[in-house]
T-cell receptor
């Protein structure tokens, strides 16, 4: 089956710890994105990557870091510098030729 | 930064009633997309509108793009309980990055 996988579905961490969220796609898409969703709100762009070994900051990149060493993978690290990390994190990809974005199932991160 | 206003935030209808959500941008869009997110799920692409004044239909759903390409609407005729979820518009302002600016979404509740 082709698609985007995110793991884990639920993640719990203590304050002060860095945590890495996984995002893998086998759709052969060039571009990948990370969004954050808070309750009752829309999606806000954290980072995006249009090609391997290249990525750009989105609207709310502070406290986050990413890497894009492989086309299929775009992990997101939530660092201890992120002041309010508890949220629903969504990864998406797009073929590049069209603009439709395909989303993974999301990871719900809770930091206490 | 660029913002997309979406109204209403919440709508509760009786099954069989119609529903409309609206998106507005202060600047001209390249195109606009619509996504649906079921409770506890991830956004799923519904449609993309590109041309000024464009109207597209998907069964009971009608999507419109304004003549000035600054606003869009999604209308559902005769809602069903399966229509429950949050509907997001996502604006693309053009350029090479394919970044989307998501509206805050409209949560639709349908009472049987």
């Amino acid at each position: 089956d082709g698609g985007i996988t995110q793991s884990p579905k639920y993640l719990f961490r203590k304050e002060g710890q860095n945590v890495t969220l996984s995002c893998e796609q086998n759709l052969n898409h060039d571009a990948m994105y990370w969004y954050r969703q808070d309750p009752g709100q829309g999606l806000r762009l954290i980072y995006y990557s249009q090609i391997v070994n290249d990525f750009q900051k989105g609207d709310i990149a502070e406290g986050y870091s990413v890497s894009r060493e492989k086309k299929e993978s775009f992990p997101l690290t939530v660092t201890s510098a992120q002041k309010n990390p508890t949220a629903f994190y969504l990864c998406a990809s797009t073929p590049g030729q069209t603009y439709e974005q395909y989303f993974g199932p999301g990871t719900r991160l809770t930091v206490t | 930064g660029q913002q997309v206003m979406q109204i209403p935030q919440y709508q509760h209808v009786q099954e069989g009633e119609d529903f409309t959500t609206y998106c507005n941008s202060s600047t001209t869009l390249s195109n606009i997309q619509w996504y649906k997110q079921r409770p506890g799920g991830h956004p799923v692409f519904l449609i993309q509108l590109v041309k000024s004044g464009e109207v597209k239909k998907q069964k009971r759903l009608t999507f419109q793009f304004g003549e000035a390409k600054k606003n869009s609407s999604l209308h559902i005729t005769a809602t069903q309980t399966t229509d429950v979820g949050t509907y997001f518009c996502a604006a693309n302002y053009g350029g090479a990055t394919n970044k989307l600016i998501f509206g805050t979404g409209t949560l639709l509740a349908v009472q049987p």
